[in-house]
Structures are given as structure tokens and as C-alpha cells.
């Protein structure tokens, strides 16, 4: 990912982006599984650079950052990250979320963490309280490490990895088969508001896989 | 004759004027526009979903001829899924599983949804407010914010066209203002005519399986008292709205569905016969809508809606069965 492509894909995901550029990303998007990549990643961190949260301690942001870049192109991410807290000076891009950038970029990011780490769960984003350091580690903890997972540990820090990627595939506990819950949301959608509505039915358009389902919890025999 | 000045003056007045009016319309004008504009007129265009860490871009096409709409929603990302909504019916082609579902329509509106029309009760629960104005995809744009007031619903953002009131940028956030899901349209025309060829779906469906389902049956022409289940603890402001019973997939198993909603949110239970093995019991997610299943009485009780997990866990776990269709208190 260019650093130019990545700032149009900020403008575009901001809605700025000209009409005839928006267009001509759009047919790309479905193309490209590397730019749809880093258009998700980018996304979340946008969002989360964005969300005003309380006090999360800037290393724990740091680290994570470290973390989501170890997903995918390092570049692609760090600009895509610059590019969208585009009010900070260019000066300060390599070492955003230093106190320069202040306590809300570090809280944003911390929140990223726990979203993906929930998404590759196929869980969705938990709306109620936000995100703190130590529930980021609660959410580590349950989340155990396989041989050729990904963790961090920067600065060669003895201190445990904070952010583990969990392995993608639908747990064996789910609750209902996917195609069960597809019937059940495309009933529901006659019921459904804006933008919920659009939702189930463009998930209902999407990929087989858009029915994901969480981790159970304890079923009984 | 007016003086060339003055009528450049006049015109500038008129055209401050109505950008005046057209600012001082209340943010639940402009999210009845918006409804009106969703349902009232042809409009194709190219959209980005993104919801749960993933893109998709989808194209929809909506037309309004005498009275009669016909809308087509496709997929662009490969999987050749395609939706065609008419007046009566609802068909769903998904190629990559050779299958054509096929639905009654049981309401008119469009597959791009509207938001419901404002019940003054609603104040209790959401904060409606105009949140400045902005450009998106070159056109002027007013933004809407309709914010949930606790943690038992979510909210909207809404960019809508300055001229058309079209939703140009859709979010659906929590209480905090964290971004659930957004869609953005990256390009949108309102021609006049748009032909029938143009809902056709670019696919064969020979050797396709088509799945119809049949109308729901009102609990009342099942006339069992059996069927009287009830979510007996709700999140203030949801009662019960709808409720029939429908065969989902296999005929001979009917389905209780039950529809709880505050008037803008909304919540579907499900409740059909336990199949053989596990008891199973947890939440799954489809896009940004929750899901919750667990069992109660022998009998698989699943609650789904575009509400945080806690809400359909909560309304599921208090589903149960009695002869009594009152009961229901609101939480906690």
C-alpha cells in the first residue's frame, strides 16, 4: 500500500473523496483483497483514533499499535494510521500516539486491540464500558497462544504479550448453524430499521461466511 | 423593469432564504425527507458496508413507477448474490449455494430501510439532534444524530443529501458514539426512468433450488394457548409489536416469531422445538445484529435485532411460555 492510496482511502472511508475517484475505488475494493484488508484495519483504527475514551496508558497503546502492524504491511498501517489522524503534524507521524497526540489516540487504540481480537472471534464489538488496559489483558488472557501465532513484546519487554491473534474458524460451540441464523435475520428484517435493515440484507447479499458465530458458552449434554 | 442590481440583490435574498429554511428544518423533518426519499424515488447507486472488521460493496437500484416499486440489491464482491424486492415478494438468488429463497412481502418498505416516524415517547430514549453540515461524495450534506440515552439500544449518524435528504453516510453507533457499522454510497444517480431489463438478475438459476416460503399465520388462527410465550423482562420502552408463526425452512417445524421494539430499534424471538442433542446456549452475530439462543421449556429460543448482545440476551433469557398473554414488565 503507497502512502497515496492510503490517504484516498482515508478520504474516501471519510466520505471527501471526488465523485469520480470514489467510483473508481469502489470497483477496485472488490478486486483487491489486500486494499479490502487494509481498508477494514484502517477503519477500526480510524474509528478508534476518533472515539474519545478515558485514560488508557500510552505504552499499552504503543504496544498494540506494534501489534496490529505485525498483522499486515507495516507501511500500509502506520501511514493509513497517520494518514487518518491527519491533524497532527506530519512531523509527529512516526510517534503519534506519544503525549503529543494525547490520551484519547492511546485509548482509541487500545480499543482497536479488543476489537480485533473479538472479531477473529466472530464476536462483534461490545458497546457498553470502554476499554481499559487491564481489561485488554483479561481479554489476552482468554484468548490462548498457538505455535506461529502472532504476539508482541516490544522492546524485547519481559513482560507478557498483551495481544495474541486468535486463530480464525467458527468455534465448535456455536449456538446455531449459520444457515438457522440466516433465516432467522432475513425474517427478522421485515422488522428492521435503517440502518439495521440494510444491514441484514446486505449481509444476506455478502459471503457465506457472514453469519459468524461467538464462543458459546458452557453447553450442557 | 427591476434595475439588473436589484434583481441580483432579490435573487441573492431568495436563494439565503431558502438555505435558511432548508437549515432551520428540524432533524425530524429531515429524517421524514430522508424517508420519503428512501421510498418516493428512483435512485441507483454503489455503496461500501462495513460491518464486523469487513468490507463489502454493493450496488442498489430502486424505482417507483405508478405506484409500483421494484428494487434490486447485488452483490459486487464475487459471490454473485443478488436480492429483487417487489411489491409482493422478496427474492433472495445466492448462486454460490445453487438456492433461490423466495418471500412474501410483509411490508413496503425499501431494502435500504427507513427510520420509523418519531413517537413523541421516543424522547425518553433517544436524543435527536441536527450535528452541523459537511460535504460527502461532492454534495452538501446536513448531519443527524440520534443517540441512544442507555446501553440498551444504539444509535444513528445520518448524512443526508442537502437537496434530496438521500442517506449519503449511515452509521450505526453505540451510546458512546462508537461506529458499529457504517455505509457510504461512493456514487448515486435519481434518473427518471430506469428500465426493466435493469431488474433482471445477470444469472441462470437452472438447477437452482427454489425455497418459498409461505405466509405467516396470525398465533390468533393457530388458536393454541401453547404457542403463548412472552418476553416477560424488557429494556424500557420495547413491547411486543408483532407476532405470527412461520415455517423458516422446514414446513412441518413452525416457528413462533415475536418482534419486541422500542418504535426505532427492534428485537425478533424465535421460538421453535428443541431439535435432539446439545442444549445449546450462546451469542453469534450476523453484520452488526446480535444474536442470542438459548433453551427454555424444551424448546430453542433465539432473539436477533441491530441491539447491543446484552439486549437479545437479556429478552431471550426471559422468554416463557403461559396462558397468559400480559405479564411483561419492563427491566429492571
Known sequence: MTEPLNEQLSAFLDGELPRAESELFVRRLPRDAELRSAASRFYLIGQAIRAEQSAVRRDFAARVVAAVVQEGPVTGVVAGVTAMARNLPRSRLAGWWKPAAGIAVAAGVAMVAILVVQNQQGARVLPIAPPTAEVAKEVAKVVPAKPGSSSTRPGGSNEPAIYVVPPKGDSPLAPLNAARLASYVFAHSDYSSLPGRRNVVSEAAVQDDSAQSAAAEAPTP | MMPLDHRRTLACVIVLAASAAAHAEEPRQLLERMNEALTGRNYVGTFVHFANGRFSTMRILHRVDKGRV?????????????????????????????????????????????????????????????????????????????????????????????????????????????????????????????????????????????????????????????LLWRAIKLPPGFRLSASSTQALEDPSRPVAHLVYSDGLASVSVFIEAREQGQVLRGHASVGSSAAFSTTIDGHQITAVGEVPPQTVELIADSVQQSRRSSGMSPHP
Open chain 2, 70 to 226: 421494484i428494487e434490486r440489491l447485488v452483490s459486487l464482491d464475487g459471490s454473485g448474490r443478488e436480492i429483487v424486492g417487489t411489491s409482493d415478494e422478496l427474492t433472495c438468488y445466492l448462486p454460490d449455494q445453487r438456492k433461490v429463497l423466495v418471500e412474501p412481502r410483509k411490508d413496503q418498505g425499501p431494502l435500504l430501510g427507513t427510520l420509523p416516524s418519531f413517537r413523541p415517547e421516543l424522547v425518553d430514549y433517544y436524543t435527536v439532534e441536527a450535528a452541523g453540515t459537511s460535504r460527502v461524495l461532492g454534495h452538501d450534506t446536513r448531519m443527524v444524530s440520534v443517540m441512544p440515552k442507555d446501553a440498551y439500544r444504539f444509535g444513528y449518524r445520518l448524512w443526508l443529501d442537502e437537496k434530496t435528504a438521500m442517506p449519503l453516510k449511515t452509521q450505526l453507533c453505540d451510546g458512546d458514539g462508537r461506529v458499529i457499522e457504517q455505509i457510504l454510497f461512493a456514487e448515486i444517480a435519481w434518473p427518471d426512468h430506469i428500465p426493466n431489463s435493469a431488474f433482471k438478475p445477470q444469472l441462470s438459476t437452472e438447477g437452482f433450488a427454489w425455497v418459498r416460503t409461505e405466509s405467516p399465520l396470525r398465533l390468533s388462527e393457530i388458536g393454541s394457548d401453547s
